[in-house]
T-cell receptor, first 113, second 112 residues
């Protein structure tokens, strides 16, 4: 059973547009929500992360929006660039148990020039 | 460069063969993890080691064993490989609850 649901599975955006990826979770014991970016042939790399006590976090062109009551969070990529083309994973960490991360299914983002 | 090193990068096994995937980190991280990545399923946790000397099952442990050899090294063993274990395997490590994971570059395993 997938504890973190991610959508869409794939996304095509024009250069300069906004990319939006959504995730939803059920377990209220999650206390940390990172996003990872993965390029082909590479391991995932931490992009940005948020804790549930804040509603938004921005780092450059990347913003996480967090809605604790709805148990949803999303990644917004402003002014999307072809170099942003990658697979993005949302994740959630359990409050207890070795800092294990549960990942969403992934979104393959393509930014057309 | 500091990071997580996985070997081998590619491997083809016949059904029933065994092999060990190696992982080492040089960041003095306490926790280490093994994930498998399959299309449309994200990354699923196989086993993890919260600290040296401890290991625990993750979401999909069947068919695998692990060894935390020391603080740096965490190996994953397939005793009798099956085609269902064809996947990309990632090792990761983390310092503490305030930091994200650092992933290795992965091992692409094919079982025929």
């Amino acid at each position: 059973q997938q504890q973190v649901k991610q959508s869409p599975q794939s996304l095509i955006v024009q250069k300069g547009g906004i990319s939006i990826i959504n995730c939803a979770y059920e377990n209220t014991a999650f206390d940390y929500f990172p996003w990872y970016q993965q390029f082909p042939g590479k391991g995932p790399a931490l992009l940005i992360a948020i804790r549930p006590d804040v509603s938004e976090k921005k780092e450059g062109r990347f913003t996480i929006s967090f809605n604790k009551s709805a148990k949803q969070f999303s990644l917004h990529i402003m002014d999307s660039q072809p170099g942003d083309s990658a697979t993005y994973f949302c994740a959630a960490r359990m409050m207890y148990g070795g800092s294990r991360l549960t990942f969403g299914e992934g979104t393959q983002l393509t930014v057309n020039p | 460069n500091a990071g997580v090193t996985q070997t081998p990068k590619f491997q083809v096994l016949k059904t029933g063969q065994s092999m060990t995937l190696q992982c080492a980190q040089d960041m003095n991280h306490n926790s280490m993890y093994w994930y498998r990545q399959d299309p449309g399923m994200g990354l699923r946790l196989i086993y993890y080691s919260a600290s040296e000397g401890t290991t625990d099952k993750g979401e999909v442990p069947n068919g695998y064993n692990v060894s935390r050899l020391n603080k740096r090294e965490f190996s994953l063993r397939l005793e009798s490989a099956a085609p269902s274990q064809t996947s990309v395997y990632f090792c990761a490590s983390s310092e503490s609850v305030n930091y994200g994971y650092t992933f290795g570059s992965g091992t692409r395993l094919t079982v025929v």
